[in-house]
T-cell receptor, first 107, second 116 residues
Framework: KNEVEQSPQNLTAQEGEFITINCSYS?????LHWLQQHPGGGIVSLFM???GKKKHGRLIATINIQEKHSSLHITASHPRDSAVYIC?????????FGKGTRLHILP | GAVVSQHPSRVICKSGTSVKIECRSL??????MFWYRQFPKQSLMLMAT?????????EQGVEKDKFLINHASLTLSTLTVTSAHPEDSSFYIC????????????FGPGTRLTVT
């Protein structure tokens, strides 16, 4: 079992739909990252959070420390949101990455 | 927010040559930088941890003589892939830890290396 589990692995949705990607981890953390990776490979840091909720534009990230679970939500999804979304847990200096969720938004 | 850049974003080189990839923290000082590698359809994996002014610490299975890491200043770390082979073709990503803000890490955009 991976230390960081993401679900779903793949997700296809229609433009405008509300998207939720889940991340569970097995040990305590100092921070949790959500990253976006586009088809060309480039990585964009979306969020780093250690508690509560953060919002940036149409993206919302939440974390429940007690349940060791985080979610990434995308409101009013758009085809340009199509990418791989990666959850990574940060414990001291060590970062463990999930395998990513491949999101495809259809126009 | 904190910004980390990498250069180049893409590089194609011939087998046997060496390639240098730079990782810079643009608006903060990074005592520690990390180098990751991602093979197709796989997770990012830590290769090495680079501390300013000291030798890098390599993860098991990563050849330190092949992947030379230099962290000469608080804003720059370099990864040199020596005598590159096609199996070194991968996506290389760095992250930098903000010395002021504890364990927060910020990721670079990555470098796509293709060895022909």
């Amino acid at each position: 079992k991976n230390e960081v589990e993401q679900s779903p692995q793949n997700l296809t949705a229609q433009e405008g739909e509300f998207i939720t990607i889940n991340c569970s981890y097995s040990v305590g953390i100092s921070a949790l990252h959500w990253l976006q990776q586009h088809p060309g490979g480039g990585i964009v840091s979306l969020f780093m959070l250690s508690s509560g909720k953060k919002k940036h534009g149409r993206l919302i990230a939440t974390i429940n420390i007690q349940e060791k679970h985080s979610s990434l939500h995308i409101t009013a999804s758009h085809p340009r949101d199509s990418a791989v979304y990666i959850c990574a847990r940060n414990r001291d200096d060590k970062i463990i990455f999930g395998k990513g969720t491949r999101l495809h938004i259809l126009p | 927010g904190a910004v980390v850049s990498q250069h180049p974003s893409r590089v194609i080189c011939k087998s046997g040559t060496s390639v240098k990839i730079e990782c810079r923290s643009l608006d903060f000082q990074a005592t520690t930088m990390f180098w990751y590698r991602q093979f197709p359809k796989q997770s990012l994996m830590l290769m090495a941890t680079s501390n300013e002014g000291s030798k890098a610490t390599y993860e098991q299975g990563v050849e330190k003589d092949k992947f030379l890491i230099n962290h000469a200043s608080l804003t720059l770390s370099t990864l040199t892939v020596t005598s590159a082979h096609p199996e070194d073709s991968s996506f290389y990503i760095c992250s930098a830890r903000n010395r002021v803000r504890g364990y927060e890490q910020y990721f670079g955009p990555g470098t796509r290396l293709t060895v022909t």
